[in-house]
């Protein structure tokens, strides 16, 4: 590490790093000099002058925010001159600014006004007026933001956000001088490429850009803010809910690990929901095929009393459960426990199994870990990245912002491989387009170019690893002709891809479900571990494995348990001495059997075998595969049991609802997809009689004979510290503001910022020789289109958040496929017309969009709309490995809709 050098400012000695940006030691040290145009996040534009300061020995004066400490700097930050000068500025950018300070939405949080405060300039004092200029009306055509130039003061920093912070380039200036204004395109906001994620809302000093709220709020210091941690994909974004009267108002990104303020269009504008009228507030019981209202213990003896009915005419084993990624730790620990000790069977799964079971069984194998090998701030500074079955802008924009930084600034190599035309495509060094479900060989290629170039890293092979000799064979013999061959990559693409990743000595791979949800999803999996072990490329900063989990706490529903195989922590059901440990923790005797997983139900509900299921916060009858089934499935129970926030489609099915917390009402943890264990604070009170899961949870065991009189959730937790080893540590108390990454062994661990550093979590790592398998269902002659299914940035899983807001609904509000041009021409069908979707399991009617994505042969239609659910068509066969179904491929055939 550097030596510190030692500077003065107006006689006070500090000191910093070499080269460290002085207006931020100043203000770190309590030296308010001010300043517009300045953020840390951005680089410097010293164009507000407001913080320029005298340096000794230099005869002009220097902005602070582009001055760097150096040792023995004398400077001067305040004297009569200064801050005259600085004084008239702020006067001259009131001159012409709207300061309607008694109504602006801003006041209050105006960095502009606090400086007029803080000057002493009002309309009295203030001495100059502008020329009456003509300004532009409000841009209110975005969804979600207003665009005010009569109070913008060309600081630029909204522009700069969405450059260097987002990577999108969709800001700039437009006209000059005092017509200078701030556009997002040829037209207006709302016909741009902008796509709400509210970064500019965030950095804007004025009220020049403000949100689009569907209410106006009361003033800034009328609210109340409250912390917690986003409801939607797997970043786990920290959020600010700011609350007025018991009602969230406004919701802001908090300047904290992992997002530091940045969000997507949903953690930003997408919780209406939260407030929706048709909340769920009280429990219903279906009788006579209609919901009538019913008390909490009508409700839960109920329930009791029907699953006892089963389990003792049945067995436990009639009985299955599926937990939720949506709800927090503490309450998927509760679940899994009172399926096992109070019901006596492992039938316990959620949408894990849909997305991400291939990754936990497949890094588990390979490293001992199923789980992010790095932190998602390591992206930025890695070398090499490779983006393969993901669509990161898309499903996790504050992780693709990073990806786009360090190819930017840091000059980072990108490697795109997707059967789509994604977002990221534009940013990168190579895009290769493989045929949907080829990707073991693909990997092949890449290894066999790697192996016989000699661009593997022996040492790490030779002291980190086993059973390469296996391997290596299968590589050798896989030549890169046969992997371009199948894939469809041309094998010039395939080398270049295979030296790129191979030379560079942090590279880092990042993939979702365009990997996993095949039936050789483990696999995938594996050749992907594969791929890094051979050129070392893992257990150090910024190079590894990175799966982008889903939900907002689909690993932490993984960590806790909710999964049929493993009790919390991964420790295995079928091993005796764990089962013991936990019989003993417990107080009951548990099964030694694995369960059924969440396909495995369905099919053994539709049989007969399984007669009741509890499912909370889960919506299997919108992101199961192969609808049809699954809705068959479910009305063949006996007895039906739904735990949510809304009457979801899956509820409409149950005989019981139970009204539960969302996330701005509970308190607890969820685990992003970094391994980081974050709190959630809640903002707002549960509407009527709605409850949080975990106290539902605990008077439902309670009836079912397994006490569990937790106080709060903070007892939870702690109970997990004392089963869990990797959560060995981890307690509320420690986790602000930041969080504790997992493994945390005990009270004294720091946590844990990458994994496999000098061993793996299982030793050696181990390679696994997989046989290319093409997928369970390609295209022919009845059926000649590929269909490819998954989510996109406006809405979420289900829909059952993202499609009660109205500003989301404003972007996306209906379900389409995109499809290649050509293949619309062949059945006479052009863009924005219905076109029926057609496979073995059912069909869907549409609209058709042409949008440049896909390639020809392939469809891709996303899962979110219930009108046309895309899981009505897709396979439910599984991987055998890892009983994920095949999401990503299917063999459909479109037809024009009269």
């Not at 072990?533 to 689909?554: A, C, D, F, Y």
């Amino acid at each position: 590490m550097s030596e510190r050098v030692s500077f003065a400012i107006d006689g006070r000695t500090l000191e910093a790093e070499p080269g460290a940006n002085v207006l931020e030691v100043a203000h770190s040290n309590g030296i308010e000099i001010p300043g517009l145009c300045y953020h840390p996040r951005l680089s410097v534009t010293g164009s507000c002058r407001l913080c320029d300061v005298k340096v000794e020995g230099r005869r002009k004066w220097i902005p602070a925010c582009q001055l760097e400490a150096e040792e023995g700097l004398s400077i001067t930050a305040f004297d009569e001159e200064l801050e005259s000068a600085r004084r008239t500025l702020i006067e001259l950018l009131l001159a012409d600014h709207n300061c309607d300070c008694l109504v602006c939405e801003s006041s209050g949080r105006c960095e502009l006004q606090d400086l007029a405060y803080r000057y002493g300039l009002d309309e009295r004092t203030r001495r100059f007026r502008a020329p009456v200029r003509e300004i532009p009306p409000e841009d209110a055509s975005s969804p979600v933001l207003v665009y005010d130039a009569s109070k913008c003061i060309a600081c630029e920093r909204c522009i700069k956000a969405c450059d260097e912070i987002q990577g999108k380039e969709i800001l700039s200036y437009a006209h000059r001088g005092l017509q200078t204004v701030v556009t997002a395109g040829p037209t207006d906001w709302g016909g741009s490429d902008c796509d709400g994620c509210g970064e500019c809302v965030q950095l804007c000093p004025t009220g020049a850009i403000r949100e689009k709220l569907d209410v106006r709020p009361a003033r800034t210091w009328e609210l109340e803010s409250t912390q917690t941690t986003c409801s939607y994909c797997g970043v786990g974004c920290r959020l600010d809910l700011w609350t007025h009267d018991g009602r969230i108002v406004n919701v802001t990104g908090s300047d904290a690990i992992p997002n530091y303020g940045s969000t997507c269009v949903k953690g930003r504008f997408g919780h209406n929901y939260i407030q929706a009228d048709d909340r769920l507030t009280t429990p219903l019981i279906k009788r006579d095929g209609a919901f009538v209202e019913a008390t909490w213990d009508e409700a839960l003896d109920l329930v009791a009393s029907r699953l006892s009915g089963i389990k003792a005419e049945h067995g436990p084993g009639a009985i299955g459960g599926l937990s939720s990624a949506t709800c927090t730790n503490e309450e998927n620990y509760l679940f899994q426990k009172l399926i096992r000790a109070g019901i006596g069977t492992n039938n316990v799964d959620h949408c894990a199994r849909l997305c991400h079971a291939s990754t936990v069984a497949g890094l588990a194998a390979a490293f001992g870990s199923g789980a992010m090998t790095n932190s998602i701030a390591e992206l930025e500074f890695a070398e090499c990245i490779l983006v393969t079955g993901s669509n990161t802008t898309e499903t996790h924009p504050v992780i693709a912002s990073l990806i786009k930084r360090a190819v930017h600034y840091h000059g980072a190599k990108l490697i795109v491989i997707d059967p789509r035309r994604i977002d990221l495509v534009r940013h990168a060094d190579l895009w290769l387009r493989q045929r949907g479900g080829t990707d073991v060989a693909w990997l092949y290629g890449m290894m066999h170019v790697i192996l016989q170039e000699g661009l593997q890293d022996d040492a790490f092979i030779a002291d980190r690893t086993e059973r390469f000799d296996e391997l290596r064979p299968m590589i050798e013999a896989f030549t890169l002709d046969r992997a371009a061959e199948i894939s469809g990559i041309p094998a010039q693409k395939l080398a270049e891809a295979a030296r790129l990743y191979a030379s560079a000595d942090k590279a880092s791979i990042v993939y979702s479900m365009g990997i996993t949800q095949h039936t050789h999803g483990t696999d995938n999996v594996l050749s992907l571990a594969n791929l890094a072990m051979l050129t070392g490329s893992i257990g150090k900063e910024s190079s590894g494995v990175n799966p982008l989990r889903g939900q907002n706490n689909v690993q932490g529903a993984c960590d806790l348990g909710a999964l049929p195989n493993v009790y919390p922590g991964y420790q295995k059901v079928d091993d005796p001495d764990v089962r013991a440990k936990f019989e003993s923790a417990w107080g009951r005797d548990l099964s030694p059997s694995v369960g059924l997983t969440i396909v495995e139900m369905m099919h053994a509900a539709a049989e007969g075998k399984l007669k009741g299921m509890l499912i909370m916060g889960e919506n299997p009858m919108i992101s199961d595969p192969n609808l049809n089934h699954v809705e068959e499935a479910l009305k063949a129970l006996d007895f039906l049991v739904v735990q949510d926030i809304f009457l979801t489609e899956t509820a409409q099915l149950a005989d019981v609802v139970l009204p539960a917390a969302s996330f701005a009402e509970t308190i607890g943890t969820f685990t992003n997809t970094e391994r980081r264990v974050l709190m959630v604070h809640p903002a707002v009170e549960p509407p009527g009689e709605a409850r949080h899961d975990w106290k539902i949870l605990c008077e439902l065991a309670s009836r079912l004979g397994l006490p569990m009189a937790f106080e709060n959730a903070e007892a939870i937790m702690d109970e997990i510290a004392s089963v869990s080893p990797i959560y060995g540590g981890i307690h509320h108390h420690r986790l602000e503001p930041d969080g504790l990454q997992w493994p945390c062994a005990d009270d004294d661990h720091p946590g844990t910022v990458f994994l496999h550093e000098g061993q793996f979590r299982r030793g050696l790592g181990k390679f696994h020789p997989v046989e290319y398998r093409a997928s369970e269902e390609l295209p022919d002659d009845e059926y000649p289109i590929v269909l490819s299914t998954g989510r996109i940035l406006e809405h979420f899983h289900t829909g059952s958040m993202s499609r009660r807001s109205d500003a989301l609904n404003a972007y996306v509000s209906e379900a389409y496929a995109e499809i290649h041009p050509a293949d619309l021409e062949k059945i006479g069908v052009t863009e924005g017309e219905q076109v029926r979707v057609i496979t073995r399991r059912g069909e869907i009617v549409t609209k058709a969009v042409a949008n440049g994505r896909v390639g020809e042969g392939a469809i891709f239609i996303p899962f979110h709309f219930v009108e046309a659910a895309a899981n009505r068509l897709t396979n439910d066969a599984l991987d055998p490995k890892a009983k994920i179904p095949e999401l990503k491929v299917a063999a459909c055939r479109l037809e024009r809709v009269s």
